[in-house]
């Protein structure tokens, strides 16, 4: 018998072998917790004081009234300059759409114009779940810099409907008794 295993050894493969065979588990290093679902094999007496270990560690302090202050207002300042942040985008679309009337050029004028209006009129709405009694003065500096960035959105729609031409800037877009200029000179153009 011992000659016949002898002759599968040499034939199989050296990985096979070793998956057969796995090498022994390394000693963990200390101070490093297992992860969630994936206990050591250690002595069970070892183990208990290790749950015991994590379930403190696993048990949170809930946060302090000034803490969740600061972190509703942190995520007050990122919803303030969001409209900001989608700026670019925007600018390069109008830009990109051209300054002729056309349906697309329409409806990206029209959606500069809506989407900053519509947040300048829901700013109460959008910062009331940050809202309490104790940051109501620092909430107030947010608000103020959604609107101040609601508006500068505001101003690239008016960009681009300048650009297209439909802003009333000349004096005969006011006047109606405006005469045309009389030219000095008329070309004709050779025979």
Same mark, same amino acid.
């Given at each position: 018998?011992?000659?016949?295993? %002898?002759? %599968?050894?040499?034939?199989?493969?050296?990985?096979?072998? =070793? @998956?057969?065979?796995?090498?022994?588990?390394?000693?963990?290093?200390?101070?490093? +917790?297992?992860?969630?679902? &994936?206990?050591?094999?250690?002595?069970?007496?070892?183990?208990?004081?290790?749950?015991?270990?994590?379930?403190?560690? *696993? =048990?949170?302090?809930?946060?302090?009234?000034?803490?969740?202050?600061? @972190?509703?207002?942190?995520?007050?300042?990122?919803?303030?300059?969001?409209?900001?942040?989608?700026? +670019?985008?925007?600018?390069?679309?109008?830009?990109?759409?051209? $300054?002729?009337?056309?349906? &697309?050029?329409?409806?990206?004028?029209?959606?500069?114009?809506?989407?900053?209006?519509?947040?300048?009129?829901?700013? $109460?709405?959008?910062?009331?779940?940050?809202?309490? #009694?104790? $940051?109501?003065?620092?909430?107030?500096?947010?608000?103020?810099?959604?609107?101040?960035?609601?508006?500068?959105?505001? *101003? @690239?729609?008016?960009?681009?409907?300048?650009?297209?031409? /439909?802003?009333?800037?000349?004096? %005969?877009?006011?006047?109606?008794?405006?005469?045309?200029? #009389?030219? @000095?000179?008329?070309?004709?153009?050779? /025979?």
């Amino acid at each position: 018998m011992s000659a016949s295993t %002898s002759v %599968s050894s040499p034939t199989m493969p050296t990985w096979a072998v =070793q @998956l057969k065979n796995p090498p022994p588990c390394r000693s963990k290093q200390p101070g490093i +917790p297992d992860p969630p679902g &994936f206990p050591s094999s250690q002595t069970p007496t070892s183990s208990k004081k290790k749950d015991a270990k994590d379930s403190k560690a *696993a =048990q949170r302090q809930a946060p302090t009234p000034e803490e969740m202050d600061t @972190l509703k207002l942190k995520k007050a300042w990122e919803v303030a300059l969001g409209p900001i942040k989608s700026l +670019p985008m925007t600018a390069i679309m109008m830009y990109m759409s051209g $300054n002729s009337l056309q349906i &697309f050029s329409i409806m990206m004028v029209f959606m500069a114009f809506k989407n900053p209006i519509m947040g300048i009129l829901a700013t $109460n709405q959008a910062f009331e779940r940050f809202e309490t #009694e104790t $940051n109501r003065a620092r909430m107030l500096q947010v608000k103020i810099a959604y609107v101040a960035m609601q508006l500068v959105a505001l *101003a @690239l729609g008016i960009w681009k409907v300048n650009k297209m031409g /439909l802003l009333p800037t000349t004096r %005969s877009d006011w006047l109606a008794w405006e005469e045309r200029r #009389e030219p @000095l000179e008329h070309a004709v153009p050779a /025979l």
